[in-house]
T-cell receptor, first 114, second 113 residues
Framework: DTGVSQDPRHKITKRGQNVTFRCDPI?????LYWYRQTLGQGPEFLTY????????KSRLLSDRFSAERPKGSFSTLEIQRTEQGDSAMYLC????????????FGPGTRLTVT | AQTVTQSQPEMSVQEAETVTLSCTYD???????LFWYKQPPSRQMILVIR??????QNATENRFSVNFQKAAKSFSLKISDSQLGDAAMYFC??????????FGTGTRLKVLA
């Protein structure tokens, strides 16, 4: 297993367009997390799945954001009607429920909204 | 509210020297974990070291060690014999509840040859 992967690595879109990002966690990990990282800041929690259930959404996740994890495997994060303020790095991480909280991160998707 | 503070936006260290990165946190919990993650330029974040709050002994991983002061809520990272490959952003992280991390704002470490 090669770790957490994310696709695409970079996305440039025009304001108002919809974008979708994909995350493939480490195969045996049942927990999956999305974070957003803006320039000069640490990652901020967006949402969390245990298997296919979305158990928490941050208030940072406005109505324009939706995340899914069908069948408890890969996850998608969709942003509708993108705004310039959505420009950021979107990080995905995964972990085992039984682990001592250690999360394994993917390389991220850098979104630029023009 | 649980918070994590890294007060050093940037640090520099000469190759082979030692550097200490600071982190303070706030929590009302008594049993928890703390982590230091490294984020190299354009590469993914990787775990450097973890500390369990109930353990009095400071964690050590090769050239990386922590100075954990539970009463002061301080969790600093010491890097010994610094190498060029240590250059990266370093984030202190506190798991809130059972899953989500709260990160500090990071410290950019530069290693000078």
């Amino acid at each position: 297993d090669t770790g957490v992967s994310q696709d695409p690595r970079h996305k440039i879109t025009k304001r108002g367009q919809n974008v979708t990002f994909r995350c493939d966690p480490i195969s045996e990990h049942n927990r999956l997390y999305w974070y957003r990282q803006t320039l000069g800041q640490g990652p901020e929690f967006l949402t969390y799945f245990q298997n296919e259930a979305q158990l928490e959404k941050s208030r940072l996740l406005s109505d324009r954001f939706s995340a899914e994890r069908p069948k408890g495997s890969f996850s998608t994060l969709e942003i509708q009607r993108t705004e310039q303020g959505d420009s950021a790095m979107y990080l995905c991480a995964s972990s085992l429920a039984a682990s001592i909280h250690e999360q394994y991160f993917g390389p991220g998707t850098r979104l630029t909204v023009t | 509210a649980q918070t994590v503070t890294q007060s050093q936006p940037e640090m520099s260290v000469q190759e082979a020297e030692t550097v200490t990165l600071s982190c303070t946190y706030d929590t009302s919990e008594s049993d928890y974990y703390l982590f230091w993650y490294k984020q190299p330029p354009s590469r993914q974040m990787i775990l450097v070291i973890r500390q369990e709050a109930y353990k009095q002994q400071n964690a050590t991983e090769n050239r990386f060690s922590v100075n954990f002061q539970k009463a002061a809520k301080s969790f600093s990272l010491k890097i010994s014999d610094s190498q060029l490959g240590d250059a990266a952003m370093y984030f202190c992280a506190y798991p809130s509840g059972t899953y989500k991390y709260i990160f500090g704002t990071g410290t950019r470490l530069k290693v000078l040859a």
